[in-house]
């Protein structure tokens, strides 16, 4: 019986448009999973090596391997199991896997359409339309696919579900922190903390459910939904906060930028000044020098006066160069290239002038770091802490002890992550640096 009902969801889906929407949707993660397993060939990479190559290539191969899987509806099927697994075991309905998936549920998008199309196979054919107009618009798969409108109860309860996951939790409670000038002190029970509180700062509530979930999950089911629902709107307001700063904070950058493109052109303009100025002066020494053929009679002492100014246009020039290379220099580094390596999850343009690009490695995912290896003659291993969980910092100290070189956790923004390495490497580095 169970073979048949699955005989018979996999007939009600449009099986073809279902696979070119998850093509579709794979980001270059999911595509580097699933090349260590469908092992596409690509020219100049071996099959271990494969999944270091170039993101656009790495797609387009490992897709043409995927259509030539004659069974790949199957075969998908059993790649996305574990996730299906997880939702089937809540059995809801269409409205409310639409939310969930919306709302904390952590699954990518090219999973929410997997997951839409084997567990709800007619409802994904009813909406197929729909999915692609809101892949069109850069909006998620699922965005408005409810067809009714969820009950109060429900739905505080789908939005209840951002605080119960722990990943959502943890990124919240990230982000807050870095807003709040004090974090809440709870002594006690968060119901008591919340009669006693006279007036509570944007981002409190979000916090406090972030990181007493397991306390606020005991509560009536009325009280949690109620609470959780002020929280998640806290929630918005931090962040629309925070993209407000943001904007303001690219838009001074916009105007330093502007600034520095202003006074380029003025330095070029001058340099090009120099340019013609010294042109007039060579062509003036050179008809100096013609001059002296000429004044035979006036040999000894005109050769002398020519001869003194022509050193005098040389030193002249000499300096204007040294001057013009001071003035379209770069602002220089405050670390030259040396012999070490920045692990950090910041993105290496906001090094930029502090630290040599080549020097950075940017970890996006902990799992890069399998098999990866380090520059040739590096002697020094900095990890950047910040934006690492507990157990990402675990791997990344066990991933610098395989090497057995000196390392060092840093902390802060770019600018004191900079003053530390400045710190290390200039004399403390025998001394603070454990191997």
């Given amino acids: 019986m169970a073979a048949k009902a699955t005989e018979s969801k996999d007939a009600l889906l449009d099986q073809e448009t279902w696979i070119e929407m998850l093509y579709q949707l794979l980001n270059d993660i999911e595509i580097r999973k699933i090349a260590t397993v ?73 999973e929410s359409v997997a997951l839409t199309g084997i ?66 002190v709870i002594e006690g029970s968060v119901k008591e903390w919340i009669q006693k509180k006279q007036a509570v700062e944007m981002g409190e509530l979000a916090y406090v459910a972030s990181t007493r979930m397991d306390e606020i999950s ?5 009280e949690k939904a109620a609470f959780l ?13 925070m993209i407000d700063d943001l904007l303001k904070e690219k838009n001074e ?40 053929l000429d004044n035979n009679q006036h040999y000894e002492r005109t050769i002398a006066e020519l001869q003194a100014e022509i050193n005098a246009l040389k030193q002249w020039q000499a300096l204007e160069e040294e001057a013009a290379a001071a003035l379209v220099q770069e602002v220089p580094l405050l670390l030259t290239e040396s012999d070490f390596i920045l692990l950090t999850r910041f993105n290496p343009e906001e090094f930029a002038g502090m630290i040599p690009i080549n020097q950075i490695f940017s970890v996006e995912n902990i799992e890069r770091l399998h098999g990866a290896q380090l520059m ?14 507990t157990k990402e910092q675990f791997e990344l100290d066990e991933f610098a002890a395989m090497f057995q070189i000196p390392y060092k956790s840093v902390s802060g923004d770019f600018s004191a992550v900079t003053r530390q390495l400045i710190y290390y490497l200039e004399g403390a580095i025998l001394h603070e640096i454990n191997p």
């Fill in 38 to 110: 469908v092992q596409p060939k690509i020219q100049g990479f071996t099959t271990k090596n494969t999944v270091k190559a170039h993101p656009k290539l790495l797609r387009k191969k490992t897709i043409e391997q995927l259509r030539q899987n004659k069974n790949i509806m199957n075969w998908m099927k059993k790649w996305y199991e574990p996730t299906v697994s997880k939702v089937k075991e809540s059995n809801i309905e269409f409205e409310q896997f639409c939310h969930k998936i919306k709302f904390g549920e952590g699954v990518t998008p090219a």
């Fill in 119 to 184: 567990l709800y196979p007619e409802m994904f054919n009813a909406h197929k339309d729909s999915i692609q107009k809101n892949l069109s618009a850069s909006k998620h798969p699922l965005e408005n696919l409810s067809i009714k409108k969820l009950t109060l109860k429900k739905e505080l309860q789908v939005k209840a579900l951002a605080w119960e996951d722990s990943m959502s939790a943890e990124s919240y409670s990230m982000l807050i922190e870095k807003l709040l000038q004090s974090l809440p």
């Fill in 218 to 222: 005991k509560w009536p089911e009325g």
């Fill in 229 to 241: 629902q002020m929280a998640f709107h806290d929630s918005q307001k931090v962040l629309w906060k």
């Fill in 253 to 292: 950058q916009d105007k330093e930028d502007k600034a520095k493109g202003r006074r380029l052109k003025k330095l070029e303009k001058q340099s090009a000044e120099r340019e013609e100025l010294e042109a007039v002066r060579k062509a003036q020494a050179v008809e100096q020098e013609k001059k002296l």
């Fill in 376 to 389: 040739p003659g590096t002697q020094y291993l900095f990890i950047h802490s910040d934006r690492f969980s």
